[in-house]
T-cell receptor, first 112, second 114 residues
Framework: DGGITQSPKYLFRKEGQNVTLSCEQN?????MYWYRQDPGQGLRLIYY???????QKGDIAEGYSVSREKKESFPLTVTSAQKNPTAFYLC???????????FGDGTRLSIL | GDSVTQMEGPVTLSEEAFLTINCTYT??????LFWYVQYPGEGLQLLLK?????DKGSNKGFEATYRKETTSFHLEKGSVQVSDSAVYFC?????????????FGGGTRVLVKP
């Protein structure tokens, strides 16, 4: 079955450490997205990519970085510059502009 | 800019009760509108969508009608079950925005008691 796989499900970060969250999709979608969800709140867009080797900042990109070297993969790095990284991170993908986004099951990041 | 406002929860209901979650939006032009559902510890699942005025999206007993005149997309279900307990998000996708960007409401937690 086609879908989006996020790993790991839980991740812990030490102070000053960079961590990378994985997102892989086999839906053959061109566009991929990263969102952050804080408790009791909606989703905020971190980065998005419409095609391979291209990506744009979303609403809260500071302290994060991404790459899009393959169509299937869109990893997110939470850098040490992100001072409040504890959140639930969701990856999504979509085909053409009018198609809805499909979401992975998320990665929960916590600070040690 | 674009925005989505939905009623704050939690909404607590008894099984077989009628559910309404209000959602209103602000956007330039004619966006597509979506309802997503999130079960505990999981990602979001598309529940239903509508792409133009007066469209009615429906799925699993849930319905929502795209009302351009009131800029609303209220979610309804006639008889809820315990399994409908989840967080519901209203969202819009503006056609002029690059990359099919979604703008989400804050989510409404629904708890259905047996």
């Amino acid at each position: 079955d086609g879908g989006i796989t996020q790993s790991p499900k839980y991740l812990f970060r030490k102070e000053g450490q960079n961590v990378t969250l994985s997102c892989e999709q086999n839906l053959n979608h061109d566009a991929m997205y990263w969102y952050r969800q804080d408790p009791g709140q909606g989703l905020r867009l971190i980065y998005y990519s419409q095609i391979v080797n291209d990506f744009q900042k979303g609403d809260i990109a500071e302290g994060y970085s991404v790459s899009r070297e393959k169509k299937e993969s869109f990893p997110l790095t939470v850098t040490s510059a992100q001072k409040n990284p504890t959140a639930f991170y969701l990856c999504a993908s979509s085909g053409t502009v009018d198609q809805p986004q499909h979401f992975g099951d998320g990665t929960r990041l916590s600070i040690l | 800019g674009d925005s989505v406002t939905q009623m704050e929860g939690p909404v607590t209901l008894s099984e077989e009760a009628f559910l309404t979650i209000n959602c209103t939006y602000t956007a330039t032009g004619y966006p597509s509108l979506f309802w997503y559902v999130q079960y505990p510890g999981e990602g979001l699942q598309l529940l239903l969508k509508a792409t133009k005025a007066d469209d009615k999206g429906s799925n699993k007993g849930f319905e929502a009608t795209y009302r351009k005149e009131t800029t609303s997309f209220h979610l309804e279900k006639g008889s809820v079950q315990v399994s409908d307990s989840a967080v519901y998000f209203c969202a819009l996708s503006a056609h002029y925005a690059a990359g099919n960007k979604l703008t989400f409401g804050g989510g409404t937690r629904v708890l259905v008691k047996p």
